[in-house]
């Protein structure tokens, strides 16, 4: 099994080619990288439309740089992540068809530099106060991915769904939120699949927000079975979203190992631990350091996974 390791905490910091390659000289497979470091949350709520991935034309010449730098550090874009949130519902309905536009731009740069699979959140309302219906959560998310049906088609690269998490800044709590419920998350693929009619799409089934809603990600793992195509993986103290290493936090990795080897999953697995250096690593001399560790950590965990006798 490959390793990869997500790219927003190190390319934000130290540019393109420099952040890579703290991922390659760490001894990374590849990457999951993160469009969403090009139009943040911020952009979105303003309708800020100053970003490159507003202009297909721009993002082809981009997805061409990034090629060439990848190709030469021997990295491999095994899966990559839209920008988020993917769609509000405290904004004009014409700046969610710009977001819209740039993920689709997403997949036509994944198609160049040989990327598969596409995270693209699902619509999450914002204010635990006003949380609307499923039904409305639903329709909402209807308008997200089955517009994306068509550049899935031509681009050939597979749109993967992820669970969710809202939390309360007045309460300091964390609730669930879409396709935290991994029977709605098998419900939402299935019902895209049969739209589309064949499998345009997947889930990436992120192990950090399980935590946080108070899920064992065991018996995810295997009630999601084959409809997982990738994996966030990261840990945390089951408060804050910390996305720190693999064994920093509280996750059963043991039980994580079973699952993953129980559904026969093989594809390369994802660290998406970029807060290890955003939240505690964060001297610029201990990048690399921190980098090596979780590609220690990874491997270590890919052992688990392989090999057989690991119990509950």
Not at 101 to 116: D, L, P
Not at 209 to 218: F, I, Q
Not at 260 to 265: H, N
Not at 270 to 287: P, S, V
Request: with cysteine; glycine share 8%.
């Amino acid at each position: 099994m490959k390793l990869c390791t997500s790219t927003g905490a190190l390319v934000g910091k130290y540019g393109l080619e420099e952040g890579l390659k703290i991922i390659a000289d760490a001894g990374f497979d590849g990457v999951d990288f993160g469009f969403d470091l090009y139009l943040g949350w911020n952009q979105i709520r303003d309708g800020d439309t100053n970003s490159f991935l507003f202009d297909l034309e721009k993002c082809k010449e981009f997805a061409k740089e990034l090629k060439h730098i990848l190709d030469k550090l021997g990295l491999k874009p095994y899966q990559c992540h839209a920008p988020f949130p993917s769609r509000r519902d405290d904004i004009p309905e014409e700046n969610n068809a710009l977001v819209l536009e740039s993920i689709k731009n997403c997949f036509y740069m994944c198609e160049i530099i040989g990327c598969k699979k596409l995270v693209v959140h699902p619509f999450v309302a914002l204010n635990i106060t006003k949380y609307p219906t499923t039904e409305v959560i639903h329709e909402a998310n209807m308008k997200l991915y089955v517009p994306l049906i068509e550049t899935i088609k031509e681009t050939g690269v597979i749109c993967c769904l992820e669970n969710m998490f809202i939390g309360d800044t007045n309460s300091k709590r964390i609730y669930a939120a879409t396709c935290s419920d991994i029977a709605e998350a098998c419900q939402y693929v299935d019902e895209l699949n049969e739209i589309a009619g064949e499998e345009c799409f997947g889930f990436c089934l992120d192990i950090g927000h399980l935590l946080l809603v108070g899920l064992d990600p065991y018996n995810a793992t295997l009630k999601l079975g084959k409809r997982i195509v990738c994996f966030h993986v990261h840990d945390n103290n089951g408060l804050e979203d910390l996305h720190v290493s693999p064994y920093l936090g509280i996750c059963h990795w043991d039980r994580f190992a079973k699952a993953v080897r129980e559904i026969g999953y093989t594809d390369p697995l994802d660290l998406e631990a970029g807060g290890t250096i955003l939240n505690y690593f964060r001297e610029d001399g201990m990048a690399q350091a921190a980098y090596d560790m979780l590609n220690a950590a990874g491997r270590h965990l890919i052992k688990e996974i392989e090999e057989e006798n690991h119990e509950n």
